[in-house]
């Protein structure tokens, strides 16, 4: 890592157990974990990878900026990171006065691992190093008090997303699921997740719920009704779901996410809603700081 030629957060340099106490240990403000945030912290979440969680945040957090809401991203799937190459980000975000400047894009700002650590290199830091890093990511970025952060979290109850949820713990979870009739699973999955993590559950969102054929008719290719079986589940709302579309992978490899490069297609519209109703859901009133885990 220190050979890498870049510069990254503190945890990086410090090298495990001589790390000095950062963030709010040295009188540094956390602003997310102050119940009087006005920034809602949407954490999006699922009980298995590969999903489409990053493509929904992506897509997900421009459909919020674009309806005018100032919108911060922030990608917590510190060994997995893909939002940098989602968004065609590169480079280091810059350091004046103790403070990070997030990098911007399609109206975001934008923190990820992948801005201090190349892709080629593994991420292999260890609980208590990774900890601080995220700690960083919330307390040393100059985020600007926005109305959404956006959050991509990394998938299970690991070390990440037990450091997540003490450091945001107003985050409301939402869980990105496939068709697929396996919902009873992956709603215990998420149901087990928000509990352990404390946090609450607000919706389910649906993605690869069908393709449709050049000639026209709409295939459900991976099954039907595991979205709405999961939210029922649950008991929470289906939030919407995102149709299977070329564009969308492509979008995400090229760095060019649909939500901006083709705002009136038929998926982009379904982003469009998701974040209405996001929006209608309204804060979620479920604050407890003191059952945050230790
Ligand atoms: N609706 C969709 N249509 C087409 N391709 C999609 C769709 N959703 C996701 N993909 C593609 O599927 C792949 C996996 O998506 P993504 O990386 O967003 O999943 P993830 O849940 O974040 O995965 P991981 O668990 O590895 O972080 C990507 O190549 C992405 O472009
Ligand atoms: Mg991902």
Redesign the pocket.
């Known amino acids: 890592m220190a050979d890498s030629g870049r510069s990254q957060p503190e945890a990086g340099r410090a090298g495990g157990a001589t790390a000095s106490p950062l963030g709010h240990e040295q009188g540094r403000a956390n602003p997310f974990s102050d119940g009087s945030c006005a920034t809602r912290v949407i954490a999006v979440s ?1 009980g298995k ?7 929904v945040t992506v897509n997900l957090a421009i459909a919020l900026a674009s309806a005018g809401h100032r919108v911060g991203l922030l990608d917590a ?1 510190v060994y ?1 990171f ?1 939002v940098p190459a989602m968004l065609g980000l590169a480079g280091e975000p810059s350091i004046s006065e103790a403070k990070v400047t997030p990098l911007a894009a399609f109206g975001l700002n934008v923190m990820s691992m992948g801005f201090f650590v190349g892709d080629e290199q593994p991420v292999i830091w260890r609980g208590p190093m990774l900890h601080k890093a995220l700690e960083q990511f919330l307390v040393d970025v100059d985020w600007g008090g926005p109305d959404f952060l956006v959050v991509d979290m990394p ?1 299970g109850t690991g070390d990440v997303a037990l450091s997540m949820s003490q450091y945001l713990p107003a985050s409301e979870v939402y869980v990105v699921t496939t068709p697929q009739p396996a919902a009873r699973r992956v709603a215990q999955r998420s149901a087990y997740m928000a509990r352990k993590l404390n946090l609450p559950l607000r919706g389910v969102i649906e ?2 719920s069908w393709f449709n054929a050049p000639d026209g008719t709409r295939s459900e290719i991976f099954g039907h009704g595991g979205g709405a079986q999961l939210a029922e589940e649950l008991g929470v709302p289906l939030l919407g779901q ?5 564009a ?2 492509e979008g ?1 490899d090229a760095g060019h996410p649909v939500m901006a490069s083709e705002p009136s297609s038929e998926v982009a519209e379904v982003f469009r809603h998701i974040a209405e109703r996001i929006v209608g859901l309204g804060r979620s009133r479920v604050f407890r700081q003191e059952l945050r885990i230790k």
């Open positions: 699922s990878g590969g999903v489409g969680k990053s493509t799937d997995g893909s998938p993605n690869m995102i149709p299977l579309v070329a969308l992978r995400g």
